[in-house]
């Protein structure tokens, strides 16, 4: 089992960048496929990007793709994404997950941290 926490949301301006973190607790991270999502007011959950758990591959919402990156670091147990230029309707919680390879869907999540980007 692994236990997530994430940092880095804040309020940022139109066009500015954020990066966030989630650190995990365990010994086994580098077991897990770790993922990115969010959930804006009064909307669904949505996914936003994930890794694979060597970095090797990397998968992208439309929504983010280009303007996001998403990386880990095995060693400090931690998993990143960096967003640049951002936009209004990126405000939301942005949630940090994780799933082993035998896992249908990603089962250990973070408490969130909140993203407000300034018109």
């Known amino acids: 089992q692994v236990q997530l926490v994430e940092s880095g949301g804040g309020l940022v301006q139109t066009g500015g960048s954020l990066r966030l973190s989630c650190a995990a607790s365990?010994?086994?991270?580098?077991?897990?496929?770790m993922g990115w999502f969010r959930q804006a007011p009064g909307k669904e959950r949505e996914f936003v990007a994930d890794i694979s758990w060597n970095s090797a591959i990397t998968y992208y919402a439309d929504s983010v793709k280009g303007r996001s990156t998403i990386s880990r670091d095995n060693a400090k147990n931690t998993v990143y994404l960096q967003m640049n230029s951002l936009k209004p309707e990126d405000t939301a919680v942005y949630y940090c997950?994780?799933?082993?390879?035998?896992?249908?869907?990603?089962?250990?999540w973070g408490q969130g941290t909140q993203v407000t980007v300034s018109s």
């Open positions: 997950a994780a799933k082993t390879l035998s896992d249908n869907e990603f089962l250990y």
């Open positions: 365990g010994r086994t991270f580098s077991r897990y496929t």
